[in-house]
């Protein structure tokens, strides 16, 4: 059976959901560093470091998005999926700890709970799709 489309299936979802961490972490970075009210409240340090490590770990899934595209270099593609899903599962996992609200089922911030589904779908998708890869 041929199953090429299972490594660029989670090349695309890495892709997506890198290039939606890299685009956020940078233009936080950037609203909060020009923002005119920095002087009133300060600019947090910790955020900017949380945004900087959202915008690294984004760059990462792209890459390791492009080399599932290839089918190149497993554990490469393998070790950029795990760890950029870091930040979209651990915020999944918070969401549905702490701010989940059974009576609000239908609202957008809820449907953020979802976040992290697909990087653990490309994270199965790399493994499963081990054989198809060269290198």
């Known amino acids: 059976m041929d199953k090429k489309w299972m490594p660029i299936t989670a090349g695309i979802l890495d892709i997506l959901y890198g290039a939606w961490y890299a685009f956020t972490g940078l233009f936080t970075i950037i609203k909060t560093l020009t923002s005119p009210w920095?002087?009133?409240?300060?600019?947090?340090?910790?955020?900017?470091?949380?945004?900087?490590?959202?915008?690294?770990?984004?760059?990462?899934a792209i890459v390791s998005g492009a080399y599932a595209l290839k089918r190149k270099i497993w554990w490469l593609a393998l070790a950029g999926v795990v760890i950029a899903s870091i930040i979209p599962v651990g915020l999944m996992v918070e969401y549905w700890r702490y701010w989940?609200?059974?009576?609000?089922?239908?609202?957008?911030?809820?449907?953020m709970g979802f976040m992290g589904i697909p990087a653990i779908v490309a994270?199965?998708?790399?493994?499963?799709s081990r054989k198809q890869f060269v290198g």
Do not use: E
């Not at 002087?39 to 984004?58: C, K, P, Q, R």
């Not at 994270?123 to 499963?128: E, G």
């Open 38 to 60: 920095r002087d009133l409240y300060g600019v947090w340090t910790s955020d900017i470091i949380f945004w900087a490590i959202a915008f690294a770990l984004g760059a990462l």
């Open 100 to 111: 989940f609200d059974p009576s609000d089922l239908f609202s957008l911030t809820t449907l």
């Open 123 to 128: 994270i199965v998708l790399t493994v499963l």
